[in-house]
Every structure is written in C-alpha cells, then in structure tokens.
C-alpha cells in the first residue's frame, strides 16, 4: 500500500466506469485506477444473443459527446480493426451488440488505469483517504466511483421456481440449450423479453414446444425513439430534470418509461413477420400465445408449472403452462457489500439509492474534498437516461471536472430546442430589447 493515495479509485469496471477511466487517461496530473473482480471485460456476455442491436447511436460511445479527438471513440476502434469502410457500406440500422461489446473490450484491454482479477472486499473512510481492501493488496483513494451495475430484479414467486427450470434474461443465453421440446415462458415485455421471444421462434430443429409471452404492460409496446423524446438523453434536459423536487421527479420518470424500455420497431416487426409464417406456412406451427396486460401472482406446481394472472384488460384470471421460465423483469439498484462500513453515512432515499449532486457526488457526512461518485445510481434524481449508455461520455466529463476542480472537458449543455423549464423565460417571451 502506498503512502500516497490515488485522485480516484473506482469499483467495477463495466461500461460506466469504462468511460470514465478512457476519459482520464487524457488528464496527466490525475491519478487513477479502477477495480473489478472479473479476469477481464465482458460486457453482458449472457444477453448476448445472435442478431441484437443497440438501441443507442455509435457516436454515443465512451468518450465522444466531450472528447471527440480521444483515442478511445468507436471510430478509432474501427479504424485500428481495418473495418470502417465495411462497417459504412453495411449500412446498420442499429449497431450489432457484440460489434459495440468488441469495443469496449478492445479499450478496456489497453487503459493502463484497470486492474483485472481484483475484487474489492471492503472500504472504510480513514480521516484523510478511503481505504479499499482488496484481500492480497490494499489501496488508499481521496475520492471513488462506484460502478458496479444493477442487480437482476426478480418477482416474488421466483422463490418457487426450481433452479434447475427458471433462468434471468441476464443469463438467458448461457441456457440456450435447455428449451428444446419444453413449453417456455418469457414474463416481461421490454427489449429483452422480445429479443429473448424472437430467439425461441427462430430455433428450428431444437425449437421449444410452446412459446408463452407475458407482460404487465397493455400492449407489446414500442421504444418511444422520435426527435423530441430523444431530447430526454441530453445534458440540457437531465440538468433541469435534477433541479425538480423528488416527488416530480419519481412521477416525472414513471410516464417516461417507453422512452427507455420500449421495444425496437425492427424487432416487433421481426416478431411479427415469424408469427406469420408459424401461423399461416409454416409446415410444422410452433405453439405461440402472446399474452399482454397480464400480471402473474402466483406460480405452483401441476404437471410442470401453472402461472396464475390476472388479465388487466378484463379483470379475469388465467392460468398459462410452461416446463421452464424466463425472467426478462429488469433489474434493480443495490449498494454493494463492500460499502458496507460507508453505508450509514451516506444519505439513501426510499429506494435505498444514495442521494446524487449534480456532480454526480453522493450525498454523505465526510469532508467535501472526499467524495463517492455514483454512476447508474441517478434514475431518480438525474432521469432515465442515467441508467442507458446515451450521456456516459457527457457524465464522465462532469465527473472529471469535478475531480480536477477545474474544465478540462466542455460539459455545459447548449439551450435546447424545448424550454423544460421556467428558467429559460427569454425562449418563451421572445423578448427584444426588453420589451416582449
């Protein structure tokens, strides 16, 4: 351990902390490294299924929205792979997954700043430095980004479920080979569940006997992508969104839900192409029901499972059939075991998440100079871009800054188009001279 502490420490490194480590790198007089137990990066390697895409620009890369030069932007990546001139020519309506996962992994394998294969046991504030415990080595940090992700949140009757027959969509495809002959059924209607639907549909020889589709939602809804609703992934936007008081803000974030968990049009059109052809060509028809605006209650046991729903379009209840269950239910925000010895002097809301500056500093009662960034922790006080890779360069760049204590990256969003807010009275009044 050395006497002298690091600028920065960070926990976890996945594409957050990525972004920020790629963002410093630029910076000479900072020092920093980041911690992850894992043996290197892989980026959701169990959502990874054949033919799925980003719902994100390219160009909302790691570094770019503030750092456009840096070395470690999407473009340079393809270039120093000698496939920028294919990747144009192939014309993607969206960018592959697995081509932006080779991304990230190809700069998380060339940043000085990350330590592999480290997990981080324990941190503790110490007067002047927090301490982190990595077991074989300690190190000491004036400030921390956490980084560690989200947790997969699971429903209640998941308890029921037997190991052996119930997976989470972040582990979907590490069970691929268990669907073949069994009635299957995906509970959740976002992105993943559909992806995970179209997967089971597309399986050929070893397809599952039965496909069953559930969602709470009323209908298979789309990803809500159009100019104006886009202009909610912007630093202009997510400045006055985090001006609002809490209440606002947790409705505010709830009617914004298709804006960020919706489902590509090209996949419901996917899906819908080869119900089609299951339904009407096909010579052996796959048994599909699809089954919105349904909530599961209950799950038991009866010649395989029964799910119990209540139908939210009419009021009844129903009961669907499935051998083995995919749970595409989102995740949820967990402060890691590590902070335990922080964690009663950080300020949590209601959800357990810390309370986030504009800095993206948690709210806590250590000294000011000493702070714990929060990234992926903000859904509620920074909106829901927070969560989505859309603003991690602009973030980075705020959190950048505000560890330097001076402007390193322009972060200061230009005035938008709409006026949020109150405080923007001259793009309402059109005022001249003083005089409306």
């Not at 339904?279 to 029964?306: C, F, K, N, Q």
């Not at 998440?353 to 929060?374: C, K, M, N, Q, Y």
Request: glycine share 8%.
């Amino acid at each position: 351990m050395s006497d002298h502490p690091l600028d920065l420490a960070g926990i976890g490194i996945g594409p957050f902390n990525l972004s920020l480590a790629a963002q410093l790198d630029a910076v000479g007089d900072l020092d920093a490294q980041f911690f992850d137990r894992a043996p290197a990066f892989d980026w959701h390697p169990g959502m990874m299924l054949p033919d799925v895409a980003l719902q994100t620009s390219f160009l909302k890369d790691l570094v770019t929205a503030v750092n456009p030069t840096s070395p470690w932007s999407f473009l340079a990546y393809l270039v120093a792979q000698k496939r920028f001139y294919e990747f144009l020519n192939a014309e993607f309506e969206a960018v592959p997954r697995r081509e932006f996962a080779q991304y990230l992994a190809w700069v998380a394998a060339r940043l000085p700043s990350l330590r592999f294969g480290t997990a981080i046991r324990e941190v503790r504030f110490e007067g002047r430095a927090f301490r982190l415990d990595g077991g074989r080595a300690t190190v000491k940090a004036r400030n921390l980004a956490l980084g560690v992700g989200l947790q997969p949140s699971l429903p209640g009757f998941a308890e029921k479920l037997d190991p052996c027959d119930h997976v989470h969509s972040s582990q979907v495809a590490f069970a691929l080979d268990r669907f073949a002959g069994r009635r299957v059924a995906v509970i959740g209607g976002g992105q993943s569940g559909a992806e995970i639907v179209l997967n089971l549909l597309n399986r050929g020889s070893d397809a599952p006997a039965a496909v069953t589709w559930i969602s709470r939602r009323p209908n298979f809804q789309p990803i809500d992508a159009t100019p104006f609703t886009n202009e909610l992934f912007t630093p202009g936007y997510v400045e006055s969104f985090h001006t609002l008081p809490d209440a606002r803000r947790r409705s505010t974030v709830a009617r914004q839900k298709l804006a960020g968990d919706g489902i590509s049009g090209a996949t419901l059109q996917a899906i819908y192409r080869r119900l089609y052809n299951l339904r009407h060509l096909a010579e052996a028809p796959l048994a599909t029901s699809l089954l919105p605006h349904r909530t599961v209650l209950d799950v038991d046991r009866v010649g395989g499972y029964r799910l119990i729903m209540r139908n939210g379009f009419d009021g009844g209840i129903e009961v669907a059939h499935a051998d083995f269950v995919i749970l595409a239910t989102g995740y949820r925000y967990a402060l890691p075991a590590c902070l335990d010895p922080l964690r009663d002097r950080l300020v949590l809301d209601a959800d357990g998440r810390p309370e986030i500056g504009s800095d993206f500093a948690a709210t806590w009662d250590g000294p000011a100079g000493h702070r714990l960034f929060v990234l992926n922790g903000g859904l509620v006080s920074h909106g829901i871009a927070e969560p989505q890779l859309s603003l991690m360069a602009w973030r980075s760049g705020v959190i950048v800054n505000a560890l330097a204590g001076r402007t390193i990256f322009e972060t200061n969003p230009p005035s938008p188009p709409l006026a949020w807010s109150t405080s923007h009275p001259k793009q309402m009044s059109h005022e001249r001279d003083g005089r409306p």
